[in-house]
């Protein structure tokens, strides 16, 4: 596979830090994290006592290492200093210390954010929770407490390993939990166990008071307890809006007792994983059509909770021509009864009428090397936008797509030369969709899918002008019915807060006439901003899309 399309696959990759594909995808190399289980109730348990607060500036060695661990290259940011952290009470006084100098304030963890957030020029303090890693039973609380800075592999790996347990979080083992569950958090497990915030019971955030004066605050989803409002942010309202997370705590809102081996789900012994490989030359339109046609009429169809494939994960990945090949991949519990079967079925159903047989490939794999495969270790350039859909895409649509990714025979269309991109159609539904909207913040609990338009681009010299301009096109020609974005309706459903898009607030590009935030929280938003008010009363924690204190 050309390098240019590894690039595209690392651009998604890292677009799934929500969903990442547990599957072997080309180029994207394979590690295990180490990390290791521990049970105590003292808030630093499950890593040895770190230093004192680490405060790095552009002259120390250190700082280029601290400033470009972004995952999007397409920014770097130059703070005035970084602080790394290894307690609560050293995000306390980093936030304190950048408040009382005026400093714009800016976290970090595992390093996925899409945008500019992090780097943007305005941020001149950056804290960095990458050392907080601990993964740990909570006796007290009868829950898993989670550091910010762990990476999702860690956090697998710990569960699994110290209490046969998992949380339903992306495939992306690189991607920090600190922001990913911020935004709802979802992935392989979510059709059969939920979203990560459904699970999540209490959460630690420094939060700064009217006086300017920084705290810690925990915050539970006890509707009697006082900060209960702080926790639902906390549940998809997204980062960077109400202070610095650092503990979050885990438990199955059914579980009963105080054997933590009952208090999350069940890991999986082994996942069957699998690619489906058709080849662009053996597709013509109406061969293309009759695939995305299929897999978004299967979805509908299959998206119930008490679904037979219900412990499916998939992806379609509807690459540009340029690339050769379109691939659908995926995984299931290989100890559920008739996994090869139904994994066979299932993609029978996808390609049926197409005409062109895909190249299949599977192979069964234990729990833990699954669950590591996907990982994005090289910051690269990207851009990504996405949508919830309810139903499949009109016949509208999909021809749309098929201009921008094939272009019509002998005619205009298709990616520009030296661009390559990708539409993602990810699984979604399933027990996600038994959650009451309101219960968390994540407004979007009906859709079946979620799709996602990206591209990558390395080395072009021009800041990926075509590679931008080529997917702003794609997804404002494929949302043209309802002002260039995925207007809340029929078909669509919003955005997902956790790949935020600037584009989505610049008027230019979004003609709908809905603002942006009704596409990220619908109407969730005016309770996001009373929390906003309460809890950032001076509106500390900003960005290009943050949550506005109500005027």
């Not at 299967?298 to 340029?322: C, I, K, Q």
Request: proline fraction near 7%; glycine fraction near 12%.
């Amino acid at each position: 596979m050309a390098e240019v399309t590894r690039r595209t696959l690392l651009a998604g990759a890292a677009a799934l830090g929500g969903t990442a594909a547990a599957v072997s995808v080309p180029g994207v190399a394979a590690a295990v994290p180490a990390a290791a289980p521990a049970a105590s109730a003292t808030p630093a348990a499950g890593r040895p006592p770190g230093p004192g607060l680490i405060t790095v500036g552009p002259d120390d060695p250190r700082y280029s290492s601290l400033t470009r661990r972004g995952s999007n290259g397409h920014f770097v940011g130059k703070p005035d200093r970084v602080h790394v952290v290894s307690s609560t009470e050293q995000v306390v006084g980093a936030v304190q210390q950048a408040v009382r100098d005026g400093k714009r304030i800016a976290v970090r963890s595992g390093g996925h954010c899409f945008e500019n957030f992090v780097d943007d020029p305005a941020v001149r303090v950056l804290i960095d929770t990458s050392p907080m890693r601990a993964v740990r039973y909570d006796a007290a609380r009868r829950a898993f407490a989670v550091e910010p800075g762990a990476l999702l592999g860690e956090v697998y790996r710990a569960l699994f390993l110290g209490w046969g347990v998992s949380i339903p979080a992306g495939a992306t083992a690189e991607v920090g939990v600190g922001g990913h569950v911020l935004g709802g958090g979802y992935g392989t497990l979510s059709r059969r166990y939920g979203l990560s915030v459904d699970h999540l019971y209490a959460v630690e955030v420094v939060v700064v008071d009217r006086s300017g004066r920084a705290r810690s605050v925990v915050a539970t989803r006890d509707p009697k307890d006082p900060n209960h409002d702080l926790w639902w942010a906390h549940t998809g309202g997204g980062g960077g809006n109400f202070g610095i997370v650092t503990c979050y705590w885990f438990r199955d809102p059914a579980a009963e007792g105080d054997d933590p081996t009952r208090l999350l789900p069940k890991a999986p012994g082994s996942l069957l994983s699998f690619a489906a490989t058709w080849n662009w030359k053996d597709l013509d339109e109406r061969a293309f059509a009759r695939l995305v046609r299929n897999h978004g009429t299967w979805y509908e169809h299959n998206s119930g909770p008490e679904s037979p494939y219900a412990d499916l994960f998939s992806v379609l990945m509807l690459n540009t021509r340029n690339t050769g090949t379109i691939l659908l991949v995926g995984q299931m519990d290989a100890t559920a009864p008739g996994a090869e079967g139904r994994m066979r079925a299932y993609v029978d159903a996808v390609g049926r009428g197409v005409g062109a047989r895909p190249a299949l490939r599977h192979q069964v794999r234990p729990w833990l090397e699954a669950v590591s495969l996907v990982q994005e270790s090289e910051p690269a350039p990207y851009k990504v936008k996405s949508g919830y859909l309810r139903k499949r895409y009109t016949d509208r649509q999909i021809a749309t797509a098929y201009r921008h990714l094939a272009g019509p025979a002998g005619g205009k269309g298709g990616a520009p030369e030296g661009v390559t991109g990708s539409m993602w159609l990810v699984s979604y539904g399933g027990q996600v969709n038994t959650v009451a909207p309101e219960a968390t913040a994540v407004a979007q609990r009906d859709s079946i899918l979620k799709s996602i338009c990206m591209t990558g681009w390395e080395g072009t010299g021009d800041g990926g002008t075509k590679h931008l301009a080529w997917v702003r096109d794609f997804y404002r020609d494929l949302y043209a019915d309802t002002g260039g974005v995925p207007v809340p309706g029929p078909v669509s459903d919003g955005s997902f807060i956790n790949y935020p898009d600037r584009d989505l607030a610049d008027p230019e590009l979004n003609t709908s006439g809905v603002p942006w935030h009704t596409l990220y929280y619908k109407d969730h938003y005016p309770r996001l901003q009373r929390i906003k008010a309460h809890w950032d009363p001076r509106d500390e924690f900003r960005h290009a899309l943050s949550i506005r204190p109500p005027r």
